[in-house]
């Protein structure tokens, strides 16, 4: 079992940054992909992004060229940078991890973080 435990979300204005960061539990997470979904209120929860072992990263169109993700192994963490965001960024975000693309689903969920962007 892996235990992902996220922070890093909050209240912010239209245009502003947040960084939110997971810490996994067990070194395994050097094997892991991890990456980020979120979820808005009626919406079904949409993977924003990923990233492999090897530092091969991919996006949701809607997110491309505002928000980063990156990982530090050593630190068994991972991290999102988000830029430039925008009312519709506005959804709790979860940190997952999983032995395969995420793109099909995770296999460990973070609890998740609130984040709001809003004037």
């Known amino acids: 079992q892996v235990q992902l435990v996220e922070s890093g979300g909050g209240l912010v204005q239209p245009g502003g940054s947040l960084r939110l960061s997971c810490a996994a539990s067990r070194s395994i997470f050097g094997i892991l992909v991890m990456g980020w979904y979120r979820q808005a209120p009626g919406q079904q929860r949409e993977l924003v992004a990923a990233?492999?072992?090897?530092?091969?990263?991919n996006y949701a169109d809607s997110v491309k060229g505002r928000f980063t993700v990156s990982r530090d192994n050593a630190k068994k963490t991972v991290y999102l940078q988000m830029n430039s965001l925008k009312s519709e960024d506005t959804a709790v975000y979860y940190c997952?991890?999983?032995?395969?693309?995420?793109?099909?689903?995770?296999?460990?969920w973070g609890q998740g973080t609130q984040v709001t962007v809003s004037s």
């Open positions: 997952a991890a999983s032995h395969y693309n995420l793109a099909y689903g995770a296999e460990f």
């Open positions: 990233i492999t072992s090897g530092a091969t990263t």
